[in-house]
């Protein structure tokens, strides 16, 4: 997990003055990892440290901070019968206070420390990790250490375009936009397609032919195409298929992929390269209502992502 700035500053230009409460260690059994937090305001709050009596004491916690003019704190919690809960380990939990003025002072381009307790100088361990970030680019994990934490601002790694803003698109971008390691943006042939409400965080394009907007995405890119014209779909394709990607996804039957393969096979692609694009997109298994096929193109995204990883924790 990580600091996710961006998140922060859209947060506090809406509703003012907000704390933010992150796990800054967890001990034996607990609800969720270092780095996992939620923004808190008065009247309401985002994200999750992992819910019942831990968060709701923590959230009310944060509010009566807010109240009384804002004190950053460190504090672990036991997670047992004082909170009702059985889990049998303990978190450590950070609570700030931001506004506008106190964003100003993060810098984007390092990770974010700061000290609670401790030692007027940051530990060796965190030293060590920030000279790693800034010496050879490697993201720290969230370490907390005699009263000091760090943690590595959010910098989404994978991209991920989505050529449509009809039901499955909109499911898409309701099930995708909250992971934050997603840089989300959604194309359709015009600005009135798009729901009033786009999540913050989501790129939202519009061009009349949408494959003419494909060389824009990096050739890295995952594109899901969804659109309400089987005639744009097969432009994606083949635009997709000019340009390069990691991944690339079409909605549809078994008949219309047969028929797309043939057609792209027409103008010029090989049969392993048509052979990159899934089609149908999703687990059909779970049906076909827009959220089952975002539900499955997520958990496809992310066991993807997972399978990707497991080299570097190996060699690491």
């Not at 401790?118 to 060590?128: F, H, I, V, Y």
């Amino acid at each position: 997990m990580s600091f996710d700035l961006a998140a922060l500053r859209a947060t506090v230009a809406a509703r003012g003055r907000v704390a933010r409460v992150a796990v800054a260690a967890a001990q034996g059994s607990a609800p969720r990892e270092p780095g996992a937090a939620m923004l808190v305001w008065d009247g309401g709050q985002s994200g999750t440290i992992g819910g019942g009596a831990l968060e709701y004491d923590a959230a009310r916690l944060a509010r009566e901070s807010l109240a009384q003019g804002g004190r950053d704190s460190l504090r672990r919690c036991p997670l047992g019968p004082s909170l009702g809960q059985c889990c049998g380990g303990a978190v450590s939990l950070v609570t700030e206070i931001f506004d506008a003025e106190r964003l100003q002072t993060i810098d984007p381009s390092a990770p974010y420390l700061r000290r609670f307790a401790g030692p007027d100088a940051p530990p060796l361990a965190l030293r060590r990790a920030l000279r790693r970030a800034r010496g050879e680019g490697l993201a720290p994990a969230p370490l907390l250490s005699q009263g000091w934490f760090l943690e590595p601002l959010l910098a989404p790694t994978r991209t991920v375009w989505i050529w449509g803003a009809g039901h499955v698109g909109r499911a898409l971008v309701g099930v995708l936009s909250p992971l934050p390691d997603l840089a989300l943006t959604w194309v359709d042939t015009a600005l009135d397609r798009f729901p009033a409400d786009v999540p913050s965080g989501v790129t939202v394009l519009s061009a009349p032919a949408p494959a003419t907007l494909m060389p824009r995405a990096p050739r890295d890119a995952d594109h899901l195409i969804l659109t309400y014209s089987h005639a744009l779909d097969l432009e994606l394709c083949h635009a997709a298929l000019c340009h390069g990607f990691a991944g690339a996804g079409l909605i549809g039957s078994a008949t219309k992929w047969a028929r797309f393969r043939t057609r792209l096979a027409a103008l010029g692609h090989t049969p392993d390269r048509i052979g990159r694009i899934t089609c149908p997109i999703g687990d059909p298994s779970l049906g076909k209502h827009p959220q089952a096929i975002a539900l499955g193109v997520g958990a496809a995204l992310l066991a993807r992502a997972a399978r990707a990883q497991q080299p570097e924790e190996r060699e690491a």
